[in-house]
């Protein structure tokens, strides 16, 4: 019996796997949100953004730098991560939104819903990429050229975590 070896892109799917577990409270605010006293709602609402501008959208602009790129050498098709770059676009737009939302004159009956959508755009966003793109370069890297590409995201990631500024806790 021969034991399978690891795919190329394991260790990005694990981070989506890291990720992901701690999205899921993007629903769970979302339940909760309402029956909370509001200065405790706005204060989950605050540590939640905090970790979507410092842990998602960094994720997401190494993707854009760096995976996004080796995708579109691998299918020698430029330009065709512009739907997943849209996504990231309207992640960080609803991201905003969401921030501009828990502001303390306003009404916090719109968030859920906000939060519940900016839940599905995700969980779909990261199903695609694990799904389609990255079975790409699982055939067309070699682990050592995958680990070259992750290490590239990860320093941006790093880079671009350091330049947002802190949310409010």
Do not use: W
Request: avoid cysteine; glycine fraction near 4%.
């Amino acid at each position: 019996m021969t034991v399978a070896q690891p795919l190329p892109t394991e260790p990005l799917r694990a981070e989506h796997r890291a990720l992901l577990s701690q999205l899921g409270e993007l629903e769970r605010v979302a339940g909760e949100l309402l029956t909370l006293p509001p200065d405790v709602a706005r204060a989950r609402l605050r540590r939640l953004i905090a970790f979507l501008r410092h842990h998602l959208l960094p994720h997401a602009l190494a993707e854009e730098k760096v995976l996004y790129r080796a995708v579109e050498a691998a299918m020698s098709a430029p330009g065709a991560m512009a739907t997943m770059s849209a996504d990231h676009s309207e992640i960080q737009r609803r991201i905003e939104a969401l921030d501009a939302a828990t502001g303390p004159a306003s009404a916090l009956s719109s968030v859920p819903a906000m939060l519940y959508g900016l839940s599905a755009i995700v969980l779909l966003h990261f199903r695609k990429e694990d799904e389609v793109l990255l079975p790409i370069l699982d055939q067309a890297l070699s682990h050592e050229d995958a680990m070259q590409l992750f290490q590239q995201m990860a320093a941006e990631a790093g880079e671009s975590s350091e330049e947002q500024p802190s949310a409010p806790a």
